[in-house]
């Protein structure tokens, strides 16, 4: 789909539409069509708020397809009402997983104790590999006595996959008080190292230099690139590191058979972009645009990490490029392997109110308009 910018700023800004067009562009959210669905997404996004919001509510709550029911909670998200609160919360007990995850990743990023309550409770019963990431992240974000003791407990107990995401989770939210768990973790030769390692470097204490600098003498080259980035997040030798970074990211990518290294450099540089550091961006993106598969797709899912979490970073380093084509085509690569629904939603809530906050002319404006389009929100 192409659109101009003047069609865009139309789109954007379109006048009511009949309640009939909107009921009927909920129902396609089900579609098995992709570009159907897509179609009704951005003809919803784009509804004003009076009408749309009711409407979503009732889909999420009542509709007789799941997936569409999945597909309005999503949508309700990025109008930010305050209605949803109520049905988020009735919803955190609902039997279709993706209904329940986007419950969850919605208290992520609204802390509510009566939420708390009810995940706490889940957290001894959902065992869905595709529910529980999202039911640990709003945990983890949620910093109370009962939360930090459970969470804590989860770093040493469970199934890798999911202590895994915990400890993830811990670190994003510089959650200090499970470092030392964490670093226990970190300790261990095996494949949660890495991710305990990076864990400690994203929750900041410089207490934890040493365990970071020994086990930066005996881990396995391809857990190198997480050890490299955390003490870089800790502020020492940062260019030294983050040069480390860049070398093994083009070396996993002239040599395919060190895939692990490679996919280590770019989340490790990854992380270091979350944080701030746009160099980091830069490299990520400079090496994954003339790529190939295999180390395109991991170059691709680790931009896409930036861009869910800090989307502020990545449209101001955007608005600088001439390439912007190039580069949102590798996010929309990133996007379709994700499948983050959730999150995708709010990176698009985030790049369009900067493109309204934007003056008229101006790069950002222009860089907002190029993702709007390309990725088809």
């Known amino acids: ?171 994003d939210y510089k959650a200090a008080y499970a470092a030392g768990a964490i670093a226990e973790v970190a300790k261990l030769d095996g494949p949660l190292q890495d991710d305990a390692a990076l864990a400690l470097g994203k929750i900041g204490d410089g207490t934890y230099l040493t365990t970071l600098a020994e086990i930066q003498r005996t881990a396995p080259r391809e857990r190198q690139p997480a050890i490299a980035a955390a003490i870089c997040l800790l502020g020492v030798n940062c260019e030294a590191h983050e040069r480390y970074l860049a070398d093994a990211l083009t070396f996993g990518i002239e040599n395919p058979d060190y895939q692990p290294l490679l996919r280590g450099a770019a989340n490790g540089l990854a992380a270091l972009a979350v944080a701030g550091r746009e160099s980091a961006l830069q490299t990520l993106v400079e090496a994954g645009l003339p790529s190939k598969d295999p180390a395109r797709a991991a170059i691709a899912l680790a931009l896409g990490t930036v861009a869910m979490r800090n989307t502020s970073l990545l449209l101001d380093w955007a608005s600088a490029r001439g390439d912007l084509d190039a580069v949102a085509e590798l996010l929309r690569e990133s996007f379709d392997m994700l499948e983050e629904d959730l999150d995708e939603e709010r990176f698009y809530v985030t790049v369009r109110r900067r493109y309204w906050q934007a003056p008229d002319g101006s790069p950002l404006k222009a860089a907002a308009e190029t993702l709007i389009r390309k990725l088809e929100f």
């Open 1 to 171: 789909m192409t659109i101009s910018s003047l069609a865009l700023l139309v789109a954007l800004s379109q006048a009511a539409a009949p309640v009939q067009d909107l009921d009927a562009a909920i129902n396609r959210l089900g579609s098995l069509q992709f570009p159907v669905r897509s179609e009704a997404s951005r003809s919803i996004r784009r509804a004003p708020a009076a009408q749309a919001v009711p409407a979503l509510v009732e889909a999420a709550a009542n509709h007789k397809d799941g997936y569409t029911r999945f597909r309005a909670l999503v949508l309700l998200t990025g109008f930010n009402d305050a209605r949803a609160d109520a049905l988020m919360l009735q919803l955190l007990g609902d039997p279709n997983d993706r209904v329940r995850a986007v419950a969850y990743g919605w208290f992520e990023h609204r802390p509510n104790p009566d939420a708390a309550a009810k995940m706490l409770t889940a957290l001894e019963e959902e065992a869905s590999e595709f529910v529980r990431p999202s039911l640990t992240r709003a945990l983890a974000a949620h910093d109370a006595p009962e939360t930090r003791t459970a969470m804590t407990a989860l770093v040493t107990r469970g199934q890798d996959f999911f202590r895994s995401v915990v400890i993830e989770a811990l670190g």
